[in-house]
Structures are given as C-alpha cells and as structure tokens.
C-alpha cells in the first residue's frame, strides 16, 4: 500500500508562484511514474505532468513552460514548481503514483487547493 499527501496550496496573485509538494509511503517499486493532475470547479480531472523512473518529465496542456515537476527520491517526495499562475490554474491538485508490482497499482493522494485570484 502506498500513501500520499500533498502540501503546499494556497491562495496566490496572478503571476505569482507556488510549490506544490507530495510525500508518499510505502512500497513504491523502481518501475514508477509519479504524476500531478488538477481538476478544476466544474470541470474533470485532468493531467498537469509526469515524471518516470528514467528521469523523463512530460508537461501537458498550459503547463508546459511554466510548470515542473521534479522529485527526491532521498526524501520520498515529487514537486511541482508553478510559476506565472493564472487564474484558470484555480483547482485541486493531485498527486499521482502508479508502480509496476507484477501489474500496475496506482494510488491518489487527497488533494491540496490552489486560488489564483487578485
């Protein structure tokens, strides 16, 4: 079993940054992809970035340019650095991991809110 918990949402500025971070427990094998995803008011889930075991990072949608995600495996923990928000970045964002144990499991962390607003 694997948990997550996400940190670092808040109310910002638009134009303004966060850093939106994720630490996981448990068994977490080397075949892994962590993820963030966000889902706005209204709106369904959707995909922000990834990032695989081989050190690839993938951004999609409006992300790209302005978001990254990184991660530290020393402290069991993936980042997503956001800058230049706006307001369409208002959402719930969550953190992701699927690892490969035989087949592919895959584990949600609850959420942490993010307002761009003035």
């Known amino acids: 079993q694997v948990q997550l918990a996400e940190s670092g949402g808040g109310l910002v500025q638009p134009g303004g940054s966060l850093r939106l971070s994720c630490v996981y427990s448990?068994?977490?094998?080397?075949?892994?992809?962590m993820a963030w995803y966000r889902q706005a008011p209204g709106k369904q889930r959707e995909l922000v970035a990834t990032?695989?075991?081989?050190?690839?990072?993938n951004y999609y949608g409006s992300a790209k340019g302005r978001f990254t995600i990184s991660r530290d495996n020393t402290k069991n923990t993936v980042y997503l650095q956001m800058n230049s928000l706006k307001p369409d970045d208002t959402a719930v964002y969550y953190c992701?991991?699927?690892?490969?144990?035989?087949?592919?499991?895959?584990?949600w962390g609850p959420g942490t809110r993010v307002t761009v607003s003035s």
């Open positions: 992701n991991v699927k690892t490969f144990k035989g087949t592919w499991e895959e584990y």
């Open positions: 448990g068994s977490i094998f080397n075949r892994n992809i």
């Open positions: 990032s695989n075991d081989f050190g690839g990072t």
